[in-house]
């Protein structure tokens, strides 16, 4: 039995061709041994190599196969009995037969494949995480160990650097988990942002003064002062977090990350935020994928990473009026550019300000 099951499902691991040959094969082996006997039953000939073409091919394919044998089958009929109203009705219960067998154990098919899919995906999403959160409570054990050790012996200067470490590696740790808890929840359940007026430069600047750059310089940060939104400030914040953590863990150590904060110039009443890197960059076919959920690219999957990160982000600014993209070209050392938009309070205060117009013509 478990010979057997090793052999079915390796039959879909083989080329094309020689899948073809093993249903023709099964579909001649079943003629030869009805055709002697003169049993024209079209369940005997059509059943083993309809569930086979299902098993191998996709159900367009076997649908297509299935059909070329129902005629095949109906020309040796009309071969060894001559014309009659007997291959009309093979050709009606074929056509029914070969849709429902191809519906039913296509659907089988697709349904385990998408279970298979699943059970890949979260064994590669756990051992990533056991190894994201492996790190920082490494770093987090580390400091607090050194502290305990040699605490007496250190400067001050020293004792607040390890201090500062070990406050980062809870930090990460803390927006690991966030994300999975982010990511757990239901398309429509993302917790709803507590959005108020702020400055954007004071929150991205508090953000950057504590962040741990992994050995990337922030050589270029262009921040503009006294740009005021209408969001919720820890989700703005959790949104850049994580588009600089991408920054920093996918480009090569050393190389410069850019923070760019402006008014957004295409659409106007939004400001923006952008975080360059010089990575490999993002082809442009796997740019759609990017912000789906459990969603890794080709070029990062020698990378540890849950493909939580950017999922969460598109829904985080989403729930906050703003929208979430990448630019990239695709060349390696150009990088990419995340750039992510929040509505300006001035543009809030224009829309309360029209409905309290309108709340009181309605009223008049």
Same mark, same amino acid.
């Given at each position: 039995? &478990?010979?057997m099951? @090793?052999?079915v499902?390796?039959?879909? &691991?083989?080329?094309?061709m020689?899948?073809?040959?093993?249903?023709?094969?099964?579909?001649?082996a079943?003629e030869?041994?009805?055709?002697?006997?003169h /049993?024209?039953?079209?369940?005997?000939?059509?059943?083993?190599?309809?569930?086979?073409?299902c098993?191998?091919?996709?159900?367009?394919?076997?649908?297509?196969?299935?059909?070329g +044998?129902?005629?095949?089958?109906?020309?040796? *009929?009309?071969y %060894?009995?001559?014309?009659?109203?007997?291959? *009309?009705e093979v050709?009606?219960?074929g056509?029914?037969?070969?849709?429902?067998?191809v519906g039913?154990?296509?659907?089988?098919?697709?349904?385990?494949?998408?279970?298979?899919?699943?059970?890949?995906? @979260?064994? &590669?999403?756990l051992?990533?995480? /056991?190894?994201? *959160?492996?790190?920082?409570l490494?770093?987090?054990i580390?400091? $607090?160990?050194?502290?305990?050790v040699?605490?007496?012996?250190? =400067? &001050?200067?020293?004792r607040?650097?390890?201090?500062?470490?070990a406050?980062?590696? %809870?930090?990460? *740790?803390?927006? $690991?988990?966030? /994300?999975?808890?982010?990511?757990?929840?239901?398309?429509? !359940?993302?917790?709803?942002?507590?959005?108020r007026?702020f400055?954007?430069d004071?929150?991205?600047?508090?953000?950057?003064?504590?962040?741990?750059?992994f !050995?990337?310089p922030?050589?270029?940060?262009?921040?503009?002062?006294?740009?005021?939104?209408?969001a !919720? =400030?820890q #989700?703005?914040?959790q949104? $850049?977090?994580?588009?600089?953590?991408?920054?920093f863990?996918?480009?090569?150590?050393g190389t410069?990350?850019?923070?760019?904060v402006?008014?957004?110039?295409w659409?106007e009443?939004f400001?923006y935020? %952008?975080?360059?890197? @010089?990575g490999?960059?993002?082809?442009?076919g796997?740019?759609?994928?990017?912000? #789906?959920?459990?969603?890794?690219?080709?070029?990062a999957r020698?990378?540890?990473?849950s493909g939580l990160? +950017?999922y969460n %982000?598109?829904?985080?600014?989403?729930?906050?009026?703003?929208?979430?993209?990448?630019?990239?070209?695709?060349i !390696?050392?150009?990088?990419?550019?995340?750039?992510?938009?929040?509505p300006l309070?001035? @543009?809030?205060?224009? #829309?309360?300000t029209t409905?309290?117009k309108h709340r009181?013509?309605d009223r008049?």
């Amino acid at each position: 039995m &478990q010979v057997m099951r @090793k052999h079915v499902l390796s039959l879909r &691991q083989m080329p094309a061709m020689l899948r073809f040959v093993n249903v023709i094969t099964l579909f001649v082996a079943s003629e030869a041994l009805i055709v002697p006997w003169h /049993n024209w039953g079209i369940a005997t000939i059509l059943t083993l190599s309809g569930m086979l073409a299902c098993w191998v091919f996709s159900w367009r394919v076997a649908l297509t196969i299935e059909w070329g +044998l129902l005629w095949v089958h109906m020309g040796l *009929i009309f071969y %060894c009995q001559g014309w009659s109203g007997y291959i *009309i009705e093979v050709f009606v219960a074929g056509t029914f037969m070969d849709v429902v067998l191809v519906g039913s154990f296509g659907a089988l098919r697709s349904a385990m494949d998408k279970s298979n899919e699943f059970h890949r995906i @979260k064994d &590669q999403f756990l051992a990533n995480l /056991n190894h994201d *959160i492996r790190t920082p409570l490494a770093g987090t054990i580390g400091s $607090l160990d050194l502290l305990k050790v040699y605490g007496d012996r250190l =400067t &001050q200067a020293e004792r607040q650097l390890f201090l500062e470490q070990a406050i980062f590696s %809870c930090d990460e *740790i803390e927006r $690991l988990t966030g /994300n999975i808890r982010m990511a757990m929840r239901a398309s429509d !359940d993302v917790p709803p942002p507590q959005r108020r007026m702020f400055r954007l430069d004071v929150a991205v600047s508090n953000l950057l003064r504590y962040i741990y750059t992994f !050995d990337h310089p922030l050589a270029d940060l262009n921040i503009q002062e006294g740009i005021e939104v209408f969001a !919720d =400030t820890q #989700q703005v914040q959790q949104v $850049l977090r994580n588009l600089l953590h991408n920054a920093f863990k996918y480009a090569p150590v050393g190389t410069p990350v850019s923070v760019h904060v402006g008014l957004f110039q295409w659409i106007e009443g939004f400001a923006y935020i %952008c975080v360059g890197d @010089k990575g490999s960059g993002i082809a442009c076919g796997d740019m759609e994928k990017l912000f #789906q959920k459990f969603s890794r690219i080709e070029r990062a999957r020698h990378i540890d990473g849950s493909g939580l990160g +950017l999922y969460n %982000c598109r829904r985080l600014v989403e729930n906050m009026g703003g929208q979430i993209w990448v630019d990239s070209t695709g060349i !390696d050392g150009e990088g990419s550019r995340f750039f992510f938009t929040l509505p300006l309070a001035e @543009k809030q205060h224009q #829309q309360e300000t029209t409905t309290g117009k309108h709340r009181s013509i309605d009223r008049q």
